[in-house]
């Protein structure tokens, strides 16, 4: 999953998703985000792994080790997340 910070020149993050709600997302990043920070996430969905767009704004950040952070995003819409279940076939 990548994030991308439209108000910083070096505004893309290649991050670890931990949560996924229809109303946010939380994720493992290698800096400290501000609160308010608006961001677009950048999140692969179908078989394909066509790319969805979500743009939403940190709402958390919190320092793990001195390495990285956890960051929580709200969403700016609500989606579905059913989009991004995988769905395999499973054995009878």
């Known amino acids: 999953m990548a ?18 709600s229809s109303s946010g997302v939380m994720f493992v990043c ?11 996430v950048h999140m692969p969905i179908g ?5 969805e767009v979500v743009r939403g704004k940190v709402v958390r950040c919190t320092l793990l080790d001195g390495s ?8 700016d819409t609500s989606l579905d997340v059913a ?8 054995p009878a």
């Open 30 to 40: 290698p800096r400290v985000l501000a609160l308010d920070c608006p961001v677009e």
């Open 3 to 20: 994030v991308i910070l439209p108000d910083d020149l070096d505004g893309r993050l290649d991050v670890f998703g931990r949560n996924l």
């Open 68 to 75: 990285c952070c956890e960051v929580a995003v709200q969403f």
């Open 47 to 51: 078989p394909d792994g066509r790319l």
């Open 83 to 90: 989009w991004f279940t995988p769905v395999w076939d499973l």
